[in-house]
């Protein structure tokens, strides 16, 4: 029952530019997601995804159940992120 987990290449640019004690957080993070996705994830009320927060960063994902892939496709700041969506 192991997800795969991807990442939108604008989530790991963002990442690449963070510094690497938060990258590491966050890796770790999304990590916990390959096993019980669910468990971490919430439901997003802006749109059909579910958020996923870290600290003070939010990323937002899809689920998809049948192939088991949970995608990463937005991580901002949580002051930041509500707005774009």
Do not use: S
Not at 30 to 54: M, S
Not at 64 to 70: E, H, L, P, R
């Amino acid at each position: 029952m192991t997800y795969t987990v991807r990442l939108h290449p604008k989530v790991d640019k963002f990442l690449k530019k963070c510094e690497a004690q938060l990258q590491e957080r966050i890796r770790n993070k999304f990590q916990l997601l390959k096993e019980e996705p669910f468990r971490y994830l919430e439901h997003y009320e802006g749109d059909d995804c579910h958020k996923l927060r870290i600290g003070d960063y939010r990323a937002l994902v899809d689920v998809d159940q049948k192939n088991k892939i949970v995608f990463i496709r937005v991580l901002d700041h949580r002051r930041r992120i509500y707005k774009r969506n």
